[in-house]
T-cell receptor
Framework: DADVTQTPRNRITKTGKRIMLECSQTKGHDRMYWYRQDPGLGLRLIYYSFDVKDINKGEISDGYSVSRQAQAKFSLSLESAIPNQTALYFC???????????FGPGTRLLVL | SQQGEEDPQALSIQEGENATMNCSYKTSINNLQWYRQNSGRGLVHLILIRSNEREKHSGRLRVTLDTSKKSSSLLITASRAADTASYFCATLPRDSNYQLIWGAGTKLIIKP
């Protein structure tokens, strides 16, 4: 089984809808991250969490919110989706002792 | 804002040849990491080099770091079709609270 899973893998929604992307991990890592990837722009950090009670904004948090329900779960919500939020979204995990990050398979989101 | 910039944006070589990708960054760093992304999938960590290291090897991968020029290179020797992927550098800035800063990536195509 994959260590970092994301659901759904693909999602099509309409402008104005609220949607939630979910991430779960079995690695036991304390740190979790949400990124978005647009063609030609690499990864941009949306939100990150260093433990269950810690939530921090990243570079592009506007229009997004997150919830760290448990150490293993970190969900990303788009309150009112807009077309320029169409992107590939990745969840990643890490630890305070290790500087590398471990990625989920991604969620491809299309906002019409 | 992107810290790392990869060069070239795209590279196409014959199987068996060596592939070299470069990454430049702007601020002082703790470490620099290289990740691989197969088409549309999650990123996989390849290698990490710390600011006090100049060269590191892992299998067919060789990474160099020149902190005076704020640049790094990733060399893949004896390339294989399976090396076809996008390669990203990510830096951990010295004053960062473990937020990686990502480049836009180099798309590598290995022709059989």
């Amino acid at each position: 089984d994959a260590d970092v899973t994301q659901t759904p893998r693909n999602r099509i929604t309409k402008t104005g809808k609220r949607i939630m992307l979910e991430c779960s991990q079995t690695k036991g890592h304390d740190r979790m991250y949400w990124y978005r990837q647009d063609p030609g722009l690499g990864l941009r950090l949306i939100y990150y969490s260093f433990d269950v009670k810690d939530i921090n904004k990243g570079e592009i948090s506007d229009g997004y919110s997150v919830s760290r329900q448990a150490q293993a779960k970190f969900s990303l919500s788009l309150e009112s989706a807009i077309p320029n939020q169409t992107a590939l979204y990745f969840c990643a995990t890490g630890t305070s002792n290790e500087e590398t990050q471990y990625f989920g398979p991604g969620t491809r989101l299309l906002v019409l | 804002s992107q810290q790392g910039e990869e060069d070239p944006q795209a590279l196409s070589i014959q199987e068996g040849e060596n592939a070299t990708m470069n990454c430049s960054y702007k601020t002082s760093i703790n470490n620099l990491q290289w990740y691989r992304q197969n088409s549309g999938r999650g990123l996989v960590h390849l290698i990490l080099i710390r600011s006090n290291e100049r060269e590191k090897h892992s299998g067919r991968l060789r990474v160099t770091l020149d902190t005076s020029k704020k640049s790094s290179s990733l060399l893949i020797t004896a390339s294989r079709a399976a090396d076809t992927a996008s390669y990203f550098c990510a830096t951990l800035p010295r004053d960062s609270n473990y937020q990686l800063i990502w480049g836009a990536g180099t798309k590598l195509i290995i022709k059989p």
